[in-house]
């Protein structure tokens, strides 16, 4: 049996988006990421809104803007089963994407000045991180946990040098 996984027109375009903005065109990116999110909808296929509501919460100017889509992806991430993440990659697990959704929301409450729900979501994230695997996406969660948390403990509003969890 071939576990290879169908391919995924969609997520195509979504990493396609991505890499734009990653290559230096944050601006097409986030053009062609909003107007995907225009065609799935709000109550389109859940792992289409979570990854594309996490990438496009990066490439926001404000962190006014930017926490409404860290939260449609926390939203869609409720909405995913292991099973259809499953479909895109064979080792996906939704409770792996979680910490770094509260994570990203941690540092972009931070960023907004409302320390207590920053604590509250990066408590999660570190609750929720203690499960994930030592590796490379492992690690730069939970150095994201303490980037924050040491922002946080200072009273920084400034963004990090880089996103918590570029990479995941």
Excluded: K
């Amino acid at each position: 049996m071939d576990d290879q996984p169908t391919p995924d027109p969609t997520m195509t375009r979504i990493i396609e988006a991505v890499q734009l903005g990653q290559a230096g065109d944050p601006a097409e990116a986030r053009h062609r990421l909003t107007a995907l999110w225009d065609e799935i909808g709000a109550t389109g296929d859940a792992l289409h809104r979570c990854t594309l509501a996490h990438y496009l919460a990066d490439l926001q100017e404000t962190p006014e803007v930017e926490v409404v889509w860290d939260e449609r992806a926390l939203a869609a991430a409720t909405d995913l089963t292991d099973e259809r993440a499953q479909q895109h990659h064979h080792a996906l697990q939704v409770r792996a994407f979680l910490p770094s959704l509260h994570l990203n929301l941690a540092d972009v409450h931070r960023r907004l000045r409302d320390p207590d729900r920053a604590r509250a979501h990066l408590d999660t994230a570190r609750s929720l991180a203690a499960h994930l695997p030592t590796d490379q996406y492992g690690d730069l969660v939970r150095a994201g946990i303490q980037h924050v948390d040491q922002a946080l403990a200072v009273g920084s509003t400034r963004r990090l040098d880089s996103d918590p969890t570029a990479a995941g």
